[in-house]
């Protein structure tokens, strides 16, 4: 972490100076200078370019990127969230932890908590059937159900010009 804040520290100095971005690659073994170092990681390339379909897929993020990472806090304002929110929650996940990431859901007023079993890019991969079950559960409820009593009802269509409803 400390040799990722480092470069990271370099490259936003760079940056100032005019210098094209030190890069670094966005996932990398656990003790190597990588924006993550998770062992749950590594399932990155299997989840977002299986069978390496895109080869010149450049995997690398501008050191300085990181610095701001330092700071945040996704949870922090969960109890401000007033829309409907989903949270799904892998179990294993050592990127983005499950305790959390639970707990901000929990705050947060209107959240929906899907926990699923695996990894970081389980619902990528082994998980994908039940990820994707839970998301479109969720956006059939909030964007195509019209009888809930916190939605007002839909306007009356307005016949446009050339008989257009």
Do not use: K
């Not at 010149?56 to 993020?61: H, K, M, R, Y």
């Not at 799904?88 to 499950?98: E, G, M, Y």
């Not at 159900?145 to 050339?162: F, M, T, Y």
Request: aromatic share 4%; net charge neutral.
């Amino acid at each position: 972490m400390l040799r990722l804040a480092g470069g990271g520290v370099l490259d936003a100095l760079g940056g100032l100076a005019g210098r094209p971005p030190r890069l670094v690659p966005l996932a990398g073994e656990p003790g190597t200078v990588a924006l993550v170092t998770t062992p749950d990681a590594l399932d990155r390339d299997q989840a977002l370019n299986p069978d390496n379909r895109y080869p010149s897929w450049l995997q690398a993020v501008a050191a300085r990127s990181a610095l701001p990472l330092a700071f945040y806090r996704p949870g922090r304002d969960a109890a401000l969230v007033r829309c409907p929110l989903l949270v799904l929650v892998c179990d294993q996940d050592q990127t983005a932890l499950a305790g959390p990431a639970a707990d901000a859901a929990q705050r947060a007023p209107r959240a929906e908590l899907v926990r699923l079993p695996g990894r970081h890019y389980a619902p990528f991969l082994d998980g994908h059937e039940q990820a994707v079950e839970a998301e479109l559960s969720f956006l059939r409820r909030h964007l195509l159900d019209q009888e809930r009593p916190d939605r007002p009802a839909a306007a009356p269509s307005v016949p446009q010009p050339g008989g257009r409803a």
